[in-house]
């Protein structure tokens, strides 16, 4: 780890702020920690920082995480940005995901995941143009967006926005079984693991999905 | 009184004079005996027994109630007969020893305070238990005159009890599932948080071991956060307590702030997601309630789930939510519990459906939470009210209690 890395943590709660400085201190990565997203804000429009890599909680008071990022990239402020969440925010996920999120983890975290995670940020910046475009080959997307039903293409634009299984069977008038069962032929059809790769897949497709 | 015209005329005078003291004498013979009757018919028509004795122990007064609650009327036999005649027992079968007897003791000048009685008789094959109050009757001024007892019939509000826990149980069934989204929501993120902490913590200390940069300092710092990051776990875990089925059927004097404080802590967490600004206007010292905490407490979660997602319609960063704990000023005081919000109203129309249960305007909710919540006030002796405030732009809900009284003899 070269000695100019240089992680920003942007979370409220003290203790997950302390601990986390302290594991990426122990691994030889320089930190910076603000309570919240103002004060980060008015840091940075001071004396803008070098590039590095953010951990920044979703929930906040005041500014959240999401108005954050919107602010980030307004101001073109070029931090790749790890998001941390809770159980259950994949809306705000998805959503900051479009936003230019590099990733998002779900506390409580595997450290040994999000310190791989955040030195392969640092090692290989993703391109700084923060549309949330990703780099995958787009003629491979595509076709295994084609293998995917109607039915199929219809669901996957539910999830990606976030909306819960539930809602999703009362607008298409199906069961949550049936919903379940289409989201695990996506996953398939499509190579994906996670909601984080659906995400990344239907940012890719752009205007075909 | 002089007269000087004479013996005749005086006599005339005289005779006039009583006829006007025996009128009036009857006068007021008639109107004690109204008064009597009158304070027979009220006493009557109490719904607790009411008996007087004299200072010899002989029924002075013994109203309806008394009868129906003891399973039989009054005797003239002597106070050192009536736990035999009446059947008068302790808990452990035994009968009551006559120095025992409430009215008894207050003849002798005390004063009794719900002293438990089994009372078993041909009447009462089966048992049944009273409260006795009892106090010294005073009609004179120097001494005791007799004394009074007021018999308060336990067994049916233990009834009642029974029946309030069991209507109370179905609502609180219902209750928690429309609930428990959210709470696990606040509950999980109370105990992932300081989890999440407590792994960072041992990761660095491992690292920090491996390149031999851990000082015994540093380790007992670390030792110290961890330790008390798995003290917050435990508090975290409060919320889900509250919606268990061991959070409490217990009926008692209940502190509504406190009430208010709990639901509030188990919506943090939607609270803090939606960005919504809480402010809290909090009456101290304001009466108890009786009735179940956690019940009440999920009356109140549910009023401000209501508004929480009432608010989330809301684009603006301008989500208000007032809660305000109060007492209403006029004669009977009730308590009341009011959560507003400046979300977008509800339109009069579907008033009337509001509290009809899975009656709802949003996507992801059951629709059950204002008819819970309503159960739940009703279980009370209260209610919930909607109230819309054009001027102010806020929507209330109010759960309305009675406030408990002091019960005294």
Redesign the interface.
């Known amino acids: 780890m070269s000695s100019t890395a240089q992680v920003y943590i942007v979370d409220d709660d003290t203790d997950v702020r302390d601990s986390l400085t302290l594991l990426l201190e122990s691994v030889g990565i320089e930190v910076t920690a603000y309570a919240n997203a103002d004060s980060f804000l008015q840091e940075y429009r001071r004396q803008p920082k070098k590039p590095g890599c953010m951990l920044l909680d979703v929930r906040m008071p005041g500014l959240s995480g999401i108005a954050l990022l919107e602010e980030m990239q307004s101001e073109a402020i070029g931090i790749p940005v790890i998001m941390l969440t809770g159980h259950g925010d994949i809306p705000m996920s998805v959503q900051a995901m479009k936003l230019g999120a590099v990733d998002f983890v779900t506390k409580p975290f595997n450290t040994q995941k999000l310190l791989d995670l955040v030195q392969d940020v640092l090692r290989n910046p993703p391109n700084q143009n923060r549309t949330g475009k990703t780099d995958l080959d787009p003629h491979t997307t595509h076709q295994r967006w084609q293998t995917l039903t109607p039915r199929e293409q219809e669901v996957f634009t539910y999830i990606v926005s976030g909306i819960s299984n539930k809602v999703i069977g009362i607008d298409l008038g199906i069961s949550i079984r049936t919903v379940e069962t289409h989201r695990a032929r996506i996953m398939e059809k499509l190579e994906a693991r996670t909601l984080v790769d659906l995400v990344r897949l239907s940012m890719s497709f752009g205007d075909s999905a | 009184m002089t007269d000087k015209k004479g013996q005749p005329e005086r006599d005339d005078e005289s005779e006039a004079m009583m006829s006007t003291y025996v009128r009036q004498l009857e006068e007021s013979r008639k109107e004690l005996t109204r008064e009597r009757g009158l304070l027979h018919t009220m006493l009557d028509q109490a719904g607790d027994g009411v008996v007087a004795v004299d200072v010899q122990g002989r029924f002075l007064h013994w109203n309806r109630r008394a009868t129906e609650i003891l399973g039989m009327g009054p005797s003239d036999l002597p106070p050192e007969n009536w736990p035999g005649h009446y059947g008068l027992y302790h808990s452990s079968n035994k009968l009551l020893n006559p120095d025992e007897l409430p009215l008894v003791r207050a003849m002798r000048g005390e004063t009794v305070h719900g002293q438990e009685i089994m009372v078993r008789n041909r009447g009462n094959p089966d048992g049944h238990w009273i409260a006795v109050y009892a106090r010294p009757l005073n009609i004179g001024e120097h001494h005791a005159d007799g004394a009074i007892a007021l018999l308060v019939d336990v067994e049916e509000n233990r009834q009642q009890q029974q029946l309030f826990q069991l209507q109370s149980s179905e609502q609180n069934k219902i209750g928690r599932l429309a609930l428990i989204g959210q709470v696990v ?1 606040t509950a ?2 109370n ?14 200390a491992i ?2 071991r491996s ?1 031999g ?1 851990l000082d015994d300092r540093r380790l007992d710092e ?1 030792l110290s ?1 961890i330790s008390r ?1 798995a003290e ?1 776990g435990a508090q975290g875990l409060e919320a889900l307590r509250a919606l268990s089925r061991r959070g409490g059927r217990s009926y008692g004097k209940v502190d509504i702030n406190a009430v208010v404080q709990a639901a509030l802590s188990l919506l943090e ?1 939607s609270i ?2 939606r ?1 919504i600004k809480v402010e809290q206007q909090l009456t101290p010292e304001l009466p108890e309630v009786t009735g179940n905490s956690a019940e009440l407490q999920q009356a109140v979660a549910h009023l401000l789930l209501n508004a929480i997602e009432a608010l989330a319609a809301r684009r603006d960063e301008k989500r208000r939510l007032i809660l305000t704990t109060k007492r209403t000023t006029d004669r009977d005081g009730r308590v009341r519990i009011e959560v507003a919000d400046n979300g977008p109203g509800i339109s009069t129309e579907l008033y009337d459906s509001l509290f009809e249960p899975w009656f709802t305007t949003k ?2 909710a059951l629709g059950l939470g204002l008819s819970v919540a309503r159960g739940i006030a009703q279980t009370h002796q209260g209610d919930v009210i909607m109230e819309t405030h054009e001027e102010e732009g806020l929507t209330r809900f109010t759960i309305e209690l009675p406030a408990t009284e002091e019960k005294d003899v």
Do not use: G, V
């Not at chain 2, 105990?191 to 660095?204: E, F, G, K």
């Open positions: 929501d999980t993120h105990l992932s948080q300081p989890l999440a902490a407590i792994a960072n913590y041992t990761a660095a690292q920090l390149t940069r670390i956060h990051l917050r967490e803090k997601a960005e996507p992801e």
